[in-house]
């Protein structure tokens, strides 16, 4: 039963629900599972227009999220899909199809990046999902033609994937993404410290058993606990898996040898070393709550700041600092997604 809002949309375009099996997250260090579902979206006229090609934009969740979180109603507003159908449907929007990614891993997340302690999220990414989509819709299957957009998490896997393959992606839009670590992140070690300390017998493997026999992150410190454990499985895994953390649990003093490995995955550190795949971009568009929670508005400005110092060109490059937090932004993703598609159309 299709209803009229606030409880339904009426769609112009159509969202697709998949289910891809994928062979680079099968067998999984952490035994999530490899079934994952897809959400495709397609702009308003694709049946009618058989020989038209698109291009495309894969949209990449924060940390905790999973696919089916989209469709979540927040009171007075669209869901994410419905809004983006309705930018598509405004006369002169550049259409593009639309990716819903699902990276959800038992930890919150993986930074859709390959690590020994998570799974190949990257892998899946780049290897899997990029050709499942080119060859069942109708992209334009080339880099200049696709993007990758995300907040928080999702814009730090938005602002790395084009670094590393710039063979795949074209263009970036970072809302509030993970950047400039020692502001974001390590003002958390000292809390998880105490945490372990005061709660858990300094134990990681005690704190994992509590926060899932009991629901919800009912406690102050579930947070930063999860945040941590979850971003060092991502950044300094060793090879058989083993997550490193960047402190001394007891304590909260840094280890340097393993915050350098954090470091290397920063974008703002990893922009100069892949600065020829930036110049390449054809679009960037970053954004931040100016009082946002994690201050990943410093980090938003830094990486900005980087962009400029390898000669990227203004016009290719959006930056904007609004009055909001870290919560409640989903108001950017339409436009941003909007003028995304419009400089991958040419």
């Known amino acids: 039963m299709d209803l009229p809002p606030p409880w339904g ?14 062979q680079a997250l099968t067998g999984n260090p952490l035994g999530d599972p490899h079934r994952r579902p897809l959400y495709v ?27 089916d979180m989209w469709r979540s109603r927040k009171a007075f507003s669209r869901t994410t899909p419905e809004s983006l ?14 990716v819903f990614v699902d990276a959800w891993t038992s930890l919150g997340g993986a930074q859709f990046l390959d ?11 780049c290897e899997e999902l990029v050709p499942f989509v080119d060859a069942r819709y109708r992209t334009l299957p080339d880099a200049a033609h696709r993007g990758v957009s995300g907040k928080s998490s999702g814009g730090y896997g938005a602002m790395v994937t084009p670094m590393l393959r710039p063979d795949l992606f074209g263009g970036l839009v970072t809302h509030a993404g993970d950047a400039l670590f020692e502001a974001c992140y390590a003002p958390d070690f000292r809390e998880a410290a105490r945490a372990l300390r005061d709660g858990y017998d300094g134990s990681y493997d005690a704190f994992w058993a509590d926060l899932r026999s009991r629901p919800g992150r009912s406690k102050r410190t579930d947070g930063a606990l999860l945040n941590v454990w979850c971003m060092a499985a991502c950044y300094s895994a060793d090879t058989d898996g083993t997550v490193q953390l960047p402190f001394e649990p007891a304590t909260g003093r840094l280890l340097p040898e393993i915050w350098d490995r ?14 020829d795949a930036l110049r390449g971009l054809r679009a960037i568009w970053i954004d931040a709550g100016r009082s946002d929670d994690f201050y990943l508005d410093l ?21 904007e ?26």
């Not at 159908?85 to 199809?97: K, Q, R, V």
Request: aromatic residues 14%; without cysteine; proline residues 7%.
């Open 299 to 319: 980090g938003a400005d830094a990486f900005r700041g980087e962009l400029m110092s390898l000669g990227i060109e203004v016009d290719r490059l959006r930056f």
């Open 85 to 98: 159908d309705a930018w598509f449907s405004a006369e002169g929007a550049a259409p593009a199809i639309v």
């Open 9 to 22: 949309h009426p769609w112009q375009g159509r969202l697709d629900e998949l289910l891809v099996d994928s």
């Open 262 to 275: 954090w470091l290397a995955w920063d974008p703002v550190r990893m922009a100069p070393v892949h600065a």
């Open 41 to 67: 979206y397609t702009p308003p006229r694709y049946d009618e227009e058989p020989g038209r090609r698109y291009p495309a934009v894969y949209l990449l969740q924060g940390l905790t999220g999973q696919v």
């Open 115 to 125: 690590s020994a302690a998570t799974g190949r999220y990257h892998t899946y990414l």
């Open 321 to 346: 600092l609004f009055d909001g937090t870290h919560s409640g932004i989903d108001w950017r993703y339409p436009e941003a997604v909007g003028w995304l598609a419009e400089r991958l159309s040419a």
